[in-house]
């Protein structure tokens, strides 16, 4: 089959280039028409299947010839070997990639977009492309919400056919004639989508709910077909049992959907719908353009009442900003110039101009969304158990009801087995196993996210209740990092210290920066930063050292003190800072105490986490340390059987949360995506830590729990179902029904906790 593309060409400059391009592709197999325009740039080809443009655009490319494909995205379900082989094979598809956590595909090609889509389409993949303005999230609600109405109504539907067929059951006769028209569209129309699903599930050998459905329905539809034609054999009917099963169950299924939509739904909110267009400045002029025009470092306008549509740096202005969006802070914020702005903020009140830091998927509001739906793609343990426990339960119930069904029909008759049969089916539930876990880990993430607590790992929820110490890094997580200078230094020492400690981040620099307070600075060389000990360097023609013992040894210098500066010519003075215990701190260890045993690491001075931790009441602690140190003593707690969950400042303690059973980071907004931790806080305050430590707890207590409930429901009522004489198949769809209720509604509310922090 013939095909024919035209596209860009680049590079082009005289007749000889044309002539060269046009040699290349001729070379190549299954070439049936080349034309090169020098004047419009345009490449036109027509090759048949044997054609190899890879090659031939990997061959141009290397002599400065360029061919200009198009990029797409496209959301698409499922990547799996069918759909890369394709990607793979197909030639015109120069470059692509998938991105998990949102379901995209991105593709350079030089096919048209109508093209690609129709061809996914015939393999089997329903497709849509990301224009601008629409994100995956977008496509993914309209999918579920597509689902939850389609359930609404086929469950609402056959409701209102099966009532007649429930009056009946309640000793009001019903024609069987009459019962069997109620049945067919009950059965075959709005119980489709189970028959539909078990079809796809069977393909793969996947016995999952809907084979049990279609199976024990069906079995009661043929069953009363039976009834028609030999009376004898099957002395009754049994199509209401039928209508009312499938109603009662997408009444469950409605239910189960209907909550899963709300937590999509929930996490989907906060992508606010954005505006599609931003004001830009365009030199000194403001101007309208699409938001996906946004360059990094361009400047955006932002005015009162408007959210801010990318990340960025107030550089004019300023104005109350509301970030409840991302950190769970209501309370509008004030910022001025030199301040970092966030999508998905709303100013409040104000006029800012800012430049912009971060567009597109790379701000942080996006890495956010990603990192939670990540979290939800991720497998616990106990949903690992609950999802190998589902692969062998549904063959395990069919052998069983099959051996209930040769039980009954050897001691009963055939009518009794069929009920039977139709029971243990019908009342077995890996539905409720298969959401047990996965919808209380996406409650969890769309309720820590309100409150600005972003859980990266969703497994890290089911090791919360097993921790019984907690160590805290003091610095930025019991303190508020900021450090004063408590030390009187002399002017002339201080200039020194200032000039070597502007090339530093740390607090102690800033401390001693801000005790200067001056504008002049000597040069520095030879600077050198020594992560847990300190800095040294020569300043003005002077060498210079400011920490602890530490660096001091390197030196082969002795001190007496925690911290110490040395300036050549002058000596070795002790220094001392004041780090501010953050308000509640003292409240939170005081709850904690009463569960967990509590340790502090610092690399600060000795006296000064002594003075905090007696502040705190809190006994044991260790100061001086480097990272690799605090990472000694962490796995030398762990080491006598302890569960540790460690509290850290991000970044400076990303050794530690690694390594530790349960991880919170908290974090400066910017940092997000390179933390360490399980659990990030986006709003660093102590009330935000206990609230990160109690929705955890929560958490593990109803994934446990959920287990448990389908567990004992399983092992009671299958046996119940299968032998007792005057069980009513009605009865099994009630149950699975409240089964699954019972697990949303587990899931879903009660998520406050009993412990105050007050």
């Not at 050998?205 to 069906?218: A, E, K, P, W, Y």
């Given at each position: 089959m013939?095909?024919?593309?035209?596209?860009?060409?680049?590079?082009?400059?005289?007749?000889?280039?044309?002539?060269?391009?046009?040699?290349?592709?001729?070379?190549?197999?299954?070439?049936?028409?080349?034309?090169?325009?020098?004047?419009?740039?345009?490449?036109?080809?027509?090759f048949?299947?044997?054609?190899?443009?890879?090659?031939i655009?990997?061959?141009?490319?290397?002599?400065?010839?360029?061919?200009?494909?198009?990029?797409?995205?496209?959301?698409?379900?499922?990547?799996?070997?069918?759909?890369?082989?394709?990607l793979?094979?197909?030639?015109?598809?120069?470059?692509?990639?998938?991105?998990?956590?949102?379901?995209?595909?991105?593709?350079?090609?030089?096919?048209?977009?109508?093209?690609?889509?129709?061809?996914?389409?015939?393999?089997?993949?329903?497709?849509?492309?990301?224009?601008?303005?629409?994100?995956p999230?977008?496509?993914?609600?309209?999918?579920?919400?597509?689902?939850?109405?389609?359930?609404?109504?086929?469950?609402?539907?056959?409701?209102?056919?099966?009532?007649?067929l429930?009056?009946?059951?309640?000793?009001?006769?019903?024609?069987?004639?009459?019962?069997?028209?109620?049945?067919?569209?009950?059965?075959?129309?709005?119980?489709?989508?189970?028959?539909?699903?078990?079809?796809?599930?069977?393909?793969?050998?996947?016995?999952?709910?809907?084979?049990?459905?279609?199976?024990?329905?069906?079995?009661?539809?043929?069953?009363?077909?039976?009834?028609?034609?030999n009376?004898?054999?099957?002395?009754?009917?049994?199509?209401?049992?039928?209508?009312?099963?499938?109603?009662?169950?997408?009444?469950g299924?409605?239910?189960?959907?209907?909550?899963?939509?709300?937590?999509?739904?929930?996490?989907?909110?906060?992508?606010?719908?954005?505006?599609?267009?931003?004001?830009?400045?365009?030199?000194?002029?403001?101007?309208?353009?699409?938001?996906s025009?946004?360059?990094?470092?361009?400047?955006?306008?932002?005015?009162?009442?408007?959210?801010?549509?990318?990340?960025?740096?107030?550089?004019?202005?300023e104005?109350y900003?509301?970030?409840?969006?991302?950190?769970?802070?209501?309370?509008?914020?004030?910022?001025?110039?030199?301040?970092?702005?966030?999508?998905?903020?709303?100013?409040?009140?104000?006029?800012v101009?800012?430049?912009?830091?971060?567009?597109?998927?790379?701000?942080?509001?996006?890495?956010?969304?990603?990192?939670?739906?990540?979290?939800?793609?991720?497998?616990?343990?106990?949903?690992?158990?609950?999802?190998?426990?589902s692969?062998v339960?549904?063959?395990?119930?069919?052998?069983?009801?099959?051996?209930?069904?040769?039980?009954?029909?050897?001691?009963?008759?055939?009518?009794?087995?069929?009920?039977?049969?139709?029971?243990?089916?019908?009342?077995?539930?890996?539905?409720?196993?298969?959401?047990?876990?996965p919808?209380?880990?996406?409650?969890?993430?769309?309720?820590?996210?309100?409150?600005?607590?972003?859980?990266?790992?969703?497994?890290?929820?089911?090791r919360?209740?097993?921790?019984?110490?907690?160590?805290?890094?003091?610095?930025?997580?019991?303190?508020?990092?900021?450090?004063?200078?408590?030390?009187?230094?002399?002017?002339?020492?201080?200039?020194?210290?200032?000039?070597?400690?502007?090339?530093n981040?740390?607090?102690?620099?800033?401390?001693?920066?801000?005790?200067?307070?001056?504008?002049?600075?000597?040069?520095?060389?030879?600077?050198?930063?020594?992560?847990?000990?300190?800095i040294?360097?020569?300043?003005?023609?002077?060498?210079?050292?400011?920490?602890?013992?530490?660096?001091?040894?390197?030196?082969?210098?002795?001190?007496?003190?925690?911290?110490?500066?040395?300036?050549?010519?002058?000596?070795?003075?002790?220094?001392?800072?004041?780090?501010?215990?953050?308000?509640?701190?003292?409240?939170?260890?005081?709850?904690?105490?009463?569960?967990?045993?509590?340790?502090?690491?610092?690399?600060?001075?000795?006296?000064?986490?002594?003075?905090?931790?007696?502040?705190?009441?809190?006994?044991?602690?260790?100061?001086?340390?480097?990272?690799?140190?605090?990472?000694?003593?962490?796995?030398?707690?762990?080491?006598?059987?302890?569960?540790?969950?460690?509290?850290?400042?991000?970044?400076?303690?990303?050794?530690?949360?690694?390594?530790?059973?349960?991880?919170?980071?908290?974090?400066?907004?910017?940092?997000?995506v390179?933390?360490?931790?399980?659990?990030?806080?986006?709003?660093?305050?102590?009330?935000?830590?206990?609230?990160?430590?109690?929705?955890?707890?929560?958490?593990?207590?109803?994934?446990?729990?959920?287990?448990?409930?389908?567990?004992?429901?399983?092992?009671?009522?299958?046996?119940?179902?299968?032998?007792?004489?005057h069980?009513?198949?009605?009865?099994?769809?009630?149950?699975?029904?409240?089964?699954?209720?019972?697990?949303?509604?587990?899931?879903?509310?009660?998520?406050?906790?009993?412990?105050?922090?007050?």
């Amino acid at each position: 089959m013939k095909k024919l593309i035209k596209a860009p060409i680049r590079g082009l400059t005289c007749a000889n280039c044309v002539k060269t391009v046009k040699s290349i592709i001729n070379s190549e197999k299954d070439i049936y028409f080349v034309d090169v325009d020098l004047t419009s740039e345009l490449l036109t080809i027509e090759f048949g299947e044997n054609f190899n443009f890879r090659r031939i655009k990997k061959e141009l490319d290397s002599i400065g010839y360029e061919i200009i494909a198009k990029d797409y995205e496209i959301y698409i379900e499922n990547f799996d070997e069918n759909l890369e082989n394709y990607l793979k094979n197909e030639h015109l598809i120069l470059n692509y990639f998938y991105d998990f956590q949102t379901k995209t595909l991105k593709i350079e090609a030089l096919m048209q977009a109508d093209e690609i889509i129709k061809n996914l389409n015939k393999l089997g993949y329903e497709v849509h492309l990301l224009d601008e303005g629409k994100s995956p999230f977008d496509i993914e609600y309209e999918k579920r919400k597509k689902e939850l109405n389609d359930i609404k109504r086929r469950a609402i539907l056959s409701s209102i056919l099966a009532f007649p067929l429930i009056l009946h059951e309640f000793s009001i006769p019903l024609n069987p004639i009459i019962q069997l028209l109620l049945v067919i569209p009950i059965q075959f129309y709005f119980g489709f989508y189970f028959i539909k699903n078990a079809i796809k599930s069977l393909k793969f050998l996947n016995f999952d709910m809907n084979v049990l459905i279609s199976v024990g329905t069906l079995s009661a539809f043929f069953g009363s077909i039976l009834h028609f034609i030999n009376p004898t054999i099957f002395e009754h009917v049994y199509f209401s049992t039928s209508g009312i099963i499938i109603s009662i169950i997408l009444i469950g299924k409605f239910f189960e959907t209907r909550a899963k939509f709300k937590v999509f739904e929930n996490l989907k909110n906060l992508y606010i719908k954005k505006p599609r267009k931003v004001v830009i400045l365009d030199n000194g002029i403001e101007k309208e353009i699409e938001i996906s025009k946004l360059k990094e470092g361009g400047v955006f306008i932002i005015k009162e009442g408007n959210m801010v549509l990318a990340d960025g740096e107030i550089i004019e202005g300023e104005g109350y900003f509301d970030e409840s969006t991302f950190s769970g802070e209501f309370k509008p914020i004030k910022k001025t110039k030199g301040d970092k702005i966030f999508e998905g903020t709303i100013l409040k009140e104000g006029y800012v101009k800012a430049k912009a830091l971060k567009v597109g998927n790379k701000t942080i509001l996006n890495e956010i969304l990603k990192l939670s739906r990540y979290a939800q793609r991720e497998k616990s343990s106990l949903e690992n158990l609950a999802n190998k426990i589902s692969s062998v339960f549904t063959p395990i119930v069919i052998l069983f009801a099959i051996f209930v069904f040769i039980f009954q029909l050897f001691n009963f008759g055939i009518e009794r087995a069929l009920l039977s049969f139709i029971s243990v089916l019908v009342i077995a539930c890996p539905c409720a196993i298969g959401i047990a876990i996965p919808l209380v880990i996406a409650v969890a993430i769309n309720k820590s996210l309100k409150n600005g607590i972003i859980i990266k790992n969703s497994s890290a929820l089911e090791r919360a209740n097993s921790i019984n110490i907690i160590i805290f890094d003091k610095t930025g997580t019991l303190t508020t990092g900021k450090l004063t200078l408590k030390t009187k230094i002399p002017y002339e020492h201080l200039i020194y210290l200032a000039s070597i400690e502007k090339y530093n981040d740390h607090p102690i620099a800033k401390a001693i920066l801000n005790a200067y307070n001056g504008d002049k600075f000597y040069d520095v060389n030879d600077f050198e930063y020594i992560k847990g000990e300190g800095i040294r360097g020569f300043v003005n023609g002077r060498k210079v050292i400011i920490g602890n013992k530490k660096i001091f040894e390197r030196e082969n210098m002795k001190i007496t003190y925690d911290l110490a500066y040395y300036i050549e010519n002058f000596g070795i003075f002790e220094i001392e800072f004041i780090d501010e215990i953050k308000e509640n701190a003292k409240n939170l260890i005081k709850i904690l105490k009463k569960n967990y045993k509590i340790i502090v690491l610092s690399g600060d001075s000795y006296e000064n986490v002594k003075n905090v931790c007696r502040e705190l009441d809190i006994k044991e602690f260790y100061a001086n340390l480097s990272p690799f140190d605090k990472l000694k003593v962490l796995e030398d707690v762990k080491s006598k059987g302890n569960r540790v969950l460690y509290i850290g400042d991000g970044i400076n303690d990303a050794i530690v949360l690694s390594k530790s059973d349960l991880s919170i980071a908290v974090s400066n907004a910017l940092d997000i995506v390179k933390e360490s931790g399980d659990i990030i806080l986006v709003k660093n305050d102590i009330e935000n830590i206990y609230n990160a430590i109690e929705l955890s707890r929560i958490a593990s207590n109803k994934m446990r729990w959920n287990l448990f409930w389908t567990f004992i429901y399983n092992i009671i009522l299958i046996p119940f179902a299968g032998f007792y004489s005057h069980f009513n198949p009605i009865w099994s769809a009630i149950a699975m029904a409240l089964s699954d209720i019972f697990v949303v509604s587990n899931a879903i509310y009660n998520w406050t906790s009993s412990k105050k922090f007050v």
